[in-house]
């Protein structure tokens, strides 16, 4: 089962940012929170990942409260190509990545 | 790099009819992964194998569905006999030894008729 949740749905207007929240209470203190999206008929896209410090990468920032119990995966000027599925996932050593249901992301002009 | 590839990218079939998807991953990855998508269930991990050994097949539906990795290069999936509740798409995904990202194909949309 996935160790994370999410918003089903969120809306954001193009060039402004998008924040998406996922909550992983349950996050033990080796393991990492990885962000994958997938655009609508495509495979999944790693986005970025984190342990406890704030990443950012040319796609988004990650931003993991100081506890790890939740982040928030930030795209700083959303456009229309960024409307897909975003997944959170807790991942430490194992070879399975379990996918939940995702935030869908829709971005308007 | 091409990235992993699948084949074919659709597949139409009727009910009992026997189906194989193909996979080729990122040369140099040493784990391979099979997920199947659905509305109903999302995307759910079949199998994975690391250095061509399968290694956990427990998300496998039932015997009707096989999977063979060969060689570092080559995977297959094998669906026989198919059946209208197969139908979905179907993702192959590859990692190396780190930072432990997998990379998706593009998936096979099978359609069971």
């Known amino acids: 089962d996935a160790k994370t949740t999410q918003p089903t749905s969120m809306d954001c207007a193009e060039g402004r940012a998008a924040n998406l929240p996922c909550n992983h209470s349950t996050i033990s203190g080796n393991e990492y929170v990885y962000w994958y999206r997938q655009i609508h008929s495509q495979g999944p896209q790693y986005i970025i990942h984190g342990l406890k410090n704030n990443e950012t990468n040319e796609m988004a920032s990650l931003i993991i409260t100081e506890d790890r119990k939740s982040s928030t995966l930030i795209l700083p000027h959303a456009t229309l190509r960024d409307t897909a599925v975003y997944y959170c996932?807790?991942?430490?050593?194992?070879?399975?990545?379990?996918f939940g249901t995702g935030t869908r992301l829709q971005v308007f002009p | 790099d091409a990235g992993v590839i699948q084949s074919p990218r659709h597949e139409v079939t009727e009910m009992g009819q026997e189906v194989t998807l193909r996979c080729k991953p990122i040369?140099?990855?040493?784990?391979l992964f099979w997920y199947r998508q659905t509305m109903m269930r999302g995307l759910e991990l079949l199998i994975y194998f690391n250095n061509n050994v399968p290694i956990d097949d427990s998300g496998m539906p039932e015997d009707r569905f096989s999977a063979k990795m060969p060689n570092a290069s080559f995977s297959t999936l094998k669906i026989q006999p198919s059946e209208p509740r197969d139908s979905a798409v179907y993702f192959c995904?590859?990692?190396?030894?780190?930072?432990?990202?997998?990379?998706f194909g593009p998936g096979t949309r099978l359609t069971v008729t």
């Open positions: 995904a590859s990692r190396g030894r780190a930072p432990y990202e997998q990379y």
């Open positions: 040369s140099g990855h040493n784990s």
């Open positions: 996932i807790v991942w430490f050593n194992t070879d399975k990545l379990i």
